[in-house]
């Protein structure tokens, strides 16, 4: 119930922050001082950075993939909130996939197996590098005429560092333990605060280019499916085959739900 909650916060930040970013004029790289805008949009700025203190208590009871499975919520949040805040249309195939993506979280999320007490650094490493790949050539391919959705990309690459965050928060908890100054000197600690960076930075990016409906979809799907694949190698969790169903009803889902 606190994940849910702390999910729940996420969605109507980031809805708040498509809502009111407006006052960023990215032409000419000016602001345009608009007190109302900016106080709704630092409002949820505020709300999309106390959400990760519910993932550290869940983290605390459960493991690094069911706590990023749990994450997959917002994109029923997120519908519903853009619908309401941002006047956005819901189609009813797109209630279809929300359908089969919130079934497919479900069997994730109560699948809960137990985590050996490992932690391998270079599986690390290599899940932290790829989403910054990923992203480089999603910048670069923007520009290009190969009719790839950029909600699909650019969420993508948000979702990935966003779900990243869960696996550096969980390396700090596992090599530091409990919160306190020796994270200051944990390499982990700068990586969490990167991904937290780059996502947020995608995300106003793509809030300027597209529609929420578009953007969302891919976002939460990779903040689960990344972390939760990633942690089979980093945290060595055991696969359960009913969870593998799951994931690729995940994966179904948003590939639909980008295209619907």
């Known amino acids: 119930m606190l994940a849910l909650c702390g999910n729940f916060i ?7 922050e498509k809502k009111h970013v407006g006052w960023i004029h990215s032409k000419r ?3 345009r001082m608009q007190p109302e805008e900016i106080a709704w949009w630092g409002a949820g700025f505020f709300l999309t950075n106390i959400q990760p203190v519910f993932n550290y208590f869940a983290l605390g009871k459960l493991s690094a993939n069911v ?17 309401w805040l941002l006047k956005e249309r819901i189609t009813r195939q797109k209630i279809r996939w929300i ?4 079934a497919s979280l479900a069997a994730v999320g109560v699948t809960q197996q137990p985590s050996e007490a490992v932690f391998h650094a270079v ?12 992203t480089l050539g999603a910048l670069f391919s923007l520009d290009k005429k190969w009719h790839i959705p950029e909600g699909l990309l650019l969420g993508i690459s948000a979702g990935s560092f966003a779900g990243f965050m869960v696996l550096a928060m969980a390396a700090l908890k596992m090599t530091e333990g409990a919160f306190s100054l020796h994270w200051l000197a944990s390499p982990y600690f700068y990586v969490y605060f990167f991904c937290g960076i780059a ?29 939760a694949i990633a942690a089979y190698f980093v945290s060595g969790i055991a696969v359960v085959p009913f969870q593998l169903v799951g994931f690729a009803g995940i994966a179904v889902s948003i590939v639909f739900l980008e295209f619907s």
């Open 99 to 102: 359908a089969l993506l919130t």
């Open 10 to 16: 996420l969605s109507l930040g980031l809805t708040l």
């Open 199 to 227: 996502s947020f930075l995608v995300s106003q990016f793509a809030f300027r280019r597209g529609k929420m409906n578009t953007f969302a979809p891919s976002y939460y799907g990779l903040a689960v499916l990344y972390p």
């Open 29 to 31: 790289q000016r602001l």
């Open 123 to 134: 599986a690390f490493w290599i899940a932290f590098f790829l989403p910054a790949l990923f």
């Open 67 to 83: 706590v990023a499975a749990l994450c997959g919520s917002n994109v029923a949040f997120t519908m519903l909130l853009s619908s």
